[in-house]
DNA sequence: TGTATATTTGACCAATTGGTTAAACCAAAT
DNA sequence: ATTTGGTTTAACCAATTGGTCAAATATACA
């Protein structure tokens, strides 16, 4: 079977595969050409250089994560419904595309104008849930942070422990894979406890 | 003047420049011969290979990181004050060289298990601090939360926002680097009273 | 001064890599 | 069957890069 599908969609998958695992540099055209079980210059007729063809990964990556940051920066519901849902849907992102957040952090060294671009253009705007935490404040209903601490407080307590998972394994988990997912299964209530207890007033 | 300092020394401050600002594979040998105003084959005749050379420049580096780490996770001081000191101690070192996040993060996924063991070696065990988180949860003045999870929070609080400077920078400061110094400023003593909130038992 | 030893240099090498090109292949239309 | 157009391939190229080496230079020592 596999009677040889678009040769396009080949090479989009196997560069997918390689550049979110090993990084823009290290992947090279060669192995992408043996993943996708092509010739190498198949890849500069169908996309001219390497630069565009990772261009291309870039995009497809980034229409998969919109939706949740969408949903976080954008809509409209219940402040810590709203923190539940991302550190939820986040994390399980993450699980089934591990690479992600070190292709993603790489890719920003490398050329942040380039990623702020694509996330303004994915609907990242802090205005919207800024605001909305100024609301819950004047409303009186959390306690009087600074909104902009707030909102670093929690893509810092979901994020980093995802980044950082290789030194967290290394230290504290020995290198148990299990552990340590059962340690950020955990955190998905966590994160929202400890977030509700710092800034609730009761 | 500058009688030509020791060549040694010449070479690895123009290495130690250059590796933490670019990464290890950005950077080229001619790179760090011409910074340092030698020859190429002289970076050879010093330190056998690139590897070498880079990994002096890692102990370097965390022998400078390693007193900050002791005390954070060794050294028996108040656990609150604990929290207040590490951040403010990191957050300045890391002013003083922005480059190191971005070094850090990029070495361990390089080679995590080489990063680990330079960890431990210098003196990281997390199993000192989470006794005392353990400790000060039965005395009853915090409140009962997993200790590693509050370990992981306050690194992540801590560290995040240094790591994702850039990101930051382009979607809340609007690239002004003034604004984020002040942001990181205030930090010091935000996360100090965010994590004193969570846990605190009044 | 002459000789051994350490340092420095320029030229060179082999491997890797992104990219190019001319020719071969193949399916559909004439 | 032949032409035509897009597709695929093998061979090749130029640039980069980590590393080597023999010769040159400086330094110390007798």
Same mark, same amino acid.
């Given at each position: 079977?596999? +009677?040889? =599908?678009?040769?396009?969609? #080949?090479? &989009? !998958?196997?560069?997918?595969?390689?550049?979110?695992?090993?990084? #823009?540099?290290?992947?090279?055209?060669?192995?992408?050409?043996?993943?996708?079980?092509?010739? =190498?210059?198949? #890849?500069?007729?169908?996309?001219?250089? =390497? @630069?565009?063809?990772?261009?291309?990964? #870039?995009?497809?990556?980034?229409?998969?994560?919109?939706?949740?940051?969408?949903?976080?920066?954008?809509?409209?519901?219940?402040?810590?419904?709203?923190? $539940?849902?991302?550190?939820?849907?986040?994390? @399980?992102?993450?699980?089934? !595309?591990?690479?992600?957040?070190?292709?993603?952090?790489?890719?920003?060294?490398?050329?942040?104008?380039?990623?702020?671009?694509?996330?303004?253009?994915?609907?990242? !705007?802090?205005?919207?849930?800024?605001?909305?935490?100024?609301?819950?404040?004047?409303? $009186?209903?959390?306690?009087?942070? @600074?909104?902009?601490?707030?909102?670093?407080?929690? &893509?810092?307590?979901?994020?980093?422990? &995802?980044?950082?998972?290789?030194?967290?394994? $290394?230290?504290?988990?020995?290198? @148990?894979? +299990? &552990?340590?997912?059962?340690?950020?299964?955990?955190? =998905?209530?966590?994160? +929202?406890?400890?977030?509700?207890?710092?800034?609730?007033?009761?």
């Amino acid at each position: 079977m596999s +009677k040889q =599908k678009n040769t396009e969609e #080949l090479i &989009l !998958n196997a560069a997918k595969k390689l550049f979110i695992s090993h990084g #823009l540099e290290k992947t090279k055209m060669q192995q992408i050409a043996d993943e996708a079980g092509i010739n =190498k210059a198949l #890849l500069h007729y169908y996309f001219r250089s =390497k @630069d565009k063809l990772f261009e291309a990964i #870039l995009e497809d990556v980034f229409s998969e994560i919109a939706p949740i940051l969408q949903s976080f920066f954008g809509e409209k519901i219940p402040f810590l419904e709203k923190i $539940g849902y991302f550190v939820e849907t986040y994390i @399980d992102l993450i699980k089934k !595309n591990p690479f992600l957040p070190e292709f993603i952090f790489n890719e920003l060294n490398r050329s942040p104008k380039r990623m702020i671009n694509i996330m303004i253009s994915v609907g990242v !705007n802090p205005q919207i849930i800024l605001d909305q935490m100024k609301q819950e404040v004047t409303n $009186g209903s959390i306690k009087d942070f @600074d909104p902009k601490q707030l909102l670093v407080n929690i &893509l810092s307590l979901t994020i980093f422990p &995802l980044i950082a998972k290789p030194i967290l394994m $290394g230290i504290m988990f020995e290198n @148990d894979d +299990k &552990l340590f997912n059962q340690f950020i299964e955990e955190r =998905k209530t966590h994160i +929202k406890d400890f977030i509700s207890h710092a800034i609730l007033l009761k």
